[in-house]
């Protein structure tokens, strides 16, 4: 089975690593068999941090599914139009707006040097900070802060483009037409009902939906609709996690399940 996971509040927490206690979970995985695949809002070069290194090689979908790597190379990338790259260069201008827009590798940031955002970017100096007009292609854009972000998003959508509402974060993360994990995990050959899927936020609803069994960390009250399980978060989220991936492990709990 296709075990695919959210990262940030799902299996990290606070842009610090994934324990080891969860990463031996998730060899014991593939020990068993199953293939894991990490589906991140994260552009690859800042999903490797907090990862281990065993995983690198593994299949990588970030910037909410416009990358996917596999056996460390991207090899598949989605980008903005130019046309409505000029759109949001345009809506950026109106209202005055900060971001951090990534390149396939490469990113360029305006917004506040102590925005939580900017504690996770490259934290390992894998990339280089250029200027927007030198980035080419561009897959993923937040809008930090700007003087109207509900107008910046509402614009944004009458465009065709995705756009992602992350709990509790006023920030407007925008993908282009047709991008989201799901959208990904097809393009790494995955069909419905193939994958056991875990996430915790409203970029995760598309890949639970299609998912045949799909796990909820904390709560999120459009998620839940279409999670199977919920593990709330405090002291014991994490064991309880190692130990959902035990049953689910199993052969069969998996053939009860399909």
Not at 31 to 43: D, K, M
Not at 77 to 88: D, E, R, T
Not at 151 to 164: P, Q, S, V
Request: hydrophobic share 40%; with cysteine.
């Amino acid at each position: 089975m296709n075990f695919i996971f959210d990262l940030d509040g799902t299996i990290c927490f606070k842009g610090s690593p994934v324990t080891m206690n969860i990463i031996n979970a998730l060899k014991e995985l593939e020990l068993n068999g199953h293939r894991v695949i990490f589906a991140s809002a994260r552009p690859i070069r800042d999903l490797l941090p907090v990862i281990d290194e065993h995983f690198h090689s593994t299949t990588l979908i970030g910037g909410n599914g416009s990358l996917i790597s596999n056996n460390g190379k991207v090899i598949f990338s989605q980008a903005f139009s130019s046309f409505q790259l000029a759109a949001i260069k345009k809506l950026i201008e109106a209202h005055d707006a900060t971001y951090l827009i990534d390149g396939e590798w490469n990113y360029a940031y305006t917004g506040n040097p102590a925005h939580p955002i900017k504690s996770n970017l490259d934290p390992n100096g894998l990339a280089e900070e250029v200027l927007l007009e030198d980035l080419g292609q561009v897959v993923k854009i937040l809008i930090l802060h700007s003087a109207d972000q509900e107008k910046i998003a509402t614009e944004a959508e009458k465009l065709g483009l995705r756009i992602h509402r992350h709990r509790g974060e006023d920030i407007v993360d925008i993908s282009p037409p047709g991008i989201d994990k799901w959208s990904a995990i097809q393009e790494c050959g995955i069909k419905e009902n193939e994958y056991f899927a875990f996430g915790n936020d409203a970029n995760d609803i598309e890949m639970f939906r299609h998912a045949k069994y799909a796990v909820m960390i904390g709560e999120h009250e459009e998620l839940a609709r279409y999670a199977h399980r919920a593990i709330l978060l405090g002291e014991v989220c994490e064991q309880t996690i190692v130990e959902c991936l035990k049953e689910l492990s199993d052969e069969k709990n998996i053939l009860a399940l399909t």
